[in-house]
């Protein structure tokens, strides 16, 4: 549903498939400070962290929950998801078992054995008992829209991209986006896709901002697709997200950048406003 950007030299992809494409951000914190859903001073919203093994979430789900975010390092959890693979199902098996590549192997099955426990955890349930399923594009009717589980309120997303896996859950339809932030030679390639108007202030940055600057745009913009359901079936030029130091505000939306790794960018994208992502009122 969704369009990867590689790093410059970055390789690997799932057997039979195309290469996954990656992309990604600005210097940060090795974690970002702070308690569990507070912010930095800039009042950008601050993930909590999964633990392999740990207690997640801690409490079930209610519509009142509001918006969550995860951040999970792959290293650290790739030998208990190995352990627990038995909690995905067969369609995750086939994938995780058809990448080429132990580290492309690993991020997958991180990625989809914390997306089970969380949601496992938030419903209550076993994670190997929780069913998913696509709901509809919205632009095509196709069985490819955002990800769910049958008969409940909570929607969620999943992103990752290097070391990193980022997980976002609402009682709104939600998209979260992680990247790497790629070589000069890649964001030369690729910035043509975007709005005039972010084309415009990538060119008004001397190179060496570009990078952070074109990741940014890039997490904001599929962050935004990935909540509507369209993904890049939706022309990425279309909508304007800005690649400034703040998000564009768009009707109905509430976009917002999510503090991460170095060399990293993420945002998360909630319908309606009311449901954004906790923010404390300063730093720690």
Same mark, same amino acid.
């Given at each position: ?46 993930? *909590? !962290? ?8 801690? #409490? ?12 999970? *390092?792959?290293?650290? +959890? ?6 627990? *693979? ?6 995750? *098996?086939? =994938? ?8 492309? =192997? ?10 089970? =426990? ?14 998913l399923t696509r709901e509809p594009c919205p632009?095509?009717?196709?069985? +490819? ?39 000069? $030679?890649t964001v030369t390639e690729v910035a043509s ?22 990741? #940014?745009? !890039? ?29 564009? $505000? ?24 009311? +449901? ?9």
């Amino acid at each position: 549903m969704t369009h990867r950007i590689a790093p410059d030299g970055a390789t690997g992809r799932p057997r039979g498939g195309p290469a996954p494409r990656d992309t990604g951000p600005e210097p940060g914190p090795t974690r970002p400070p702070g308690p569990a859903g507070g912010s930095g001073s800039s009042g950008s919203p601050l993930p *909590r !962290w999964l633990e392999p093994a740990g207690r997640s979430p801690g #409490r079930p789900w209610s519509p009142d929950s509001g918006t969550e975010v995860w951040f999970v *390092r792959v290293p650290e +959890h790739a030998a208990y998801a190995e352990a627990e *693979r038995a909690v995905l199902d067969a369609e995750e *098996r086939r =994938r995780a078992d058809a990448f080429v590549r132990p580290p492309d =192997r690993d991020r997958y099955q991180v990625a989809h054995v914390a997306l089970r =426990r969380l949601l496992g955890g938030y419903l209550a349930t076993e994670p190997r008992s929780v069913e998913l399923t696509r709901e509809p594009c919205p632009g095509c009717g196709g069985p +490819h829209g955002r990800p769910a589980v049958p008969g409940t309120p909570l929607h969620f997303s999943l992103s990752h991209a290097g070391d990193l896996v980022l997980l976002a859950f609402a009682p709104v339809p939600v998209g979260a986006d992680v990247e790497e932030v790629p070589g000069e $030679r890649t964001v030369t390639e690729v910035a043509s896709a975007l709005h005039p108007g972010e084309r415009a202030e990538l060119a008004a940055l001397p190179a060496t901002g570009r990078p952070f600057a074109f990741t #940014r745009c !890039w997490t904001r913009k599929e962050a935004y697709l990935k909540a509507t359901g369209t993904g890049l079936s939706e022309d990425p030029a279309a909508t304007y997200v800005g690649a400034g130091p703040s998000p564009a $505000r768009l009707a109905g939306w509430a976009l917002t950048d999510i503090p991460a790794l170095p060399g990293y960018a993420a945002a998360c994208a909630v319908r309606g406003t009311q +449901h954004r992502p906790p923010a404390a009122d300063s730093g720690g």
